[in-house]
């Protein structure tokens, strides 16, 4: 096990959709998150309803911040949605009439955050409590897929695709590829409630704190709710606290 070194870190709660279901718990999932990771010693950027410039702001001000970073993560809670095999976060101006709609100048590639992580110089973490049950994202994709021409299984693909993981880089997903997370009816998603109660365990790896959270989502839910994780970190162990912290 090595020092961790610089850590920092974006979080980011998208709540008050405008032309979507709006969502309850993500403000209060990123203000919890960052206020766990700044209790890490985490330096953190924390913003909520994005709209899409303020999305691309927050990444620039946090590219910034990742060059050198012994770890470097991104926190995101809100809509998220993969159309054509690309997963996309969705600010809160999102408008999904056609697929000429689905753009990297309305919606957020998640490839856009793998591009940022890069500079890191040690584990970068991305967090996505975002396969959330949207029927705008359903109907959307049902109009979509019944157009001529249109991706015949447009409709029947829900929450994120699996994309590969580079050297490096660990992905946690809320849940199992091409399904949807429970928003849940407390102050947090149920995924994110899991994620608190063990990020600040002490002396874990950051690997085995994600098999933790799991593991958790996935008794709390009744085995309905899988939450994945895509990792290509072989590096030495990370443990975000210590005993003696």
């Known amino acids: 096990m090595i020092p961790a070194g610089r850590r920092v870190a974006l979080v980011v709660g998208n709540a008050s959709y405008r032309h979507m279901p709006s969502l309850t718990n993500p403000r209060n999932d990123a203000a919890d998150v960052e206020g766990a990771l700044k209790g890490l010693g985490f330096e953190t950027i924390l913003a909520t309803d994005l709209d899409r410039g303020g999305m691309s702001n927050a990444m620039e001000r946090f590219s910034r911040l990742v060059p050198g970073a012994g770890v470097a993560m991104v926190y995101y809670s809100g809509h998220g949605m993969q159309f054509e095999g690309r997963n996309y976060l969705l600010p809160v101006d999102a408008s999904l009439e056609s697929a000429a709609d689905v753009n990297r100048f309305r919606l957020m590639p998640l490839d856009d955050l793998v591009d ?30 019944s157009l001529p021409g ?38 947090n998603s149920p995924f ?54």
């Not at 940022?116 to 897929?145: M, T, Y």
């Open 116 to 145: 940022v992580l890069r500079s890191g110089s040690g584990l970068q973490l991305i967090v996505l409590d975002a396969c959330r049950n949207n029927p705008i994202e359903r109907d959307f994709k049902n109009k979509v897929a």
């Open 150 to 187: 249109g991706t015949r299984d447009a409709g029947s693909t829900r929450g994120f695709a699996r994309i590969d993981a580079r050297s490096g880089l660990i992905i946690t997903y809320a849940t199992a590829p091409d399904s949807v997370a429970s928003d849940g009816n407390g102050r």
């Open 192 to 245: 994110t409630q899991a994620f608190l109660k063990n990020i600040g365990a002490p002396d874990v790896d950051v690997r085995q704190m994600l098999f933790r959270v799991q593991s958790d989502v996935y008794t709390a839910s009744g085995s309905k709710q899988l939450p994945e994780i895509s990792s290509l970190y072989v590096g030495p162990e990370i443990r975000l606290k210590s005993g003696s912290r």
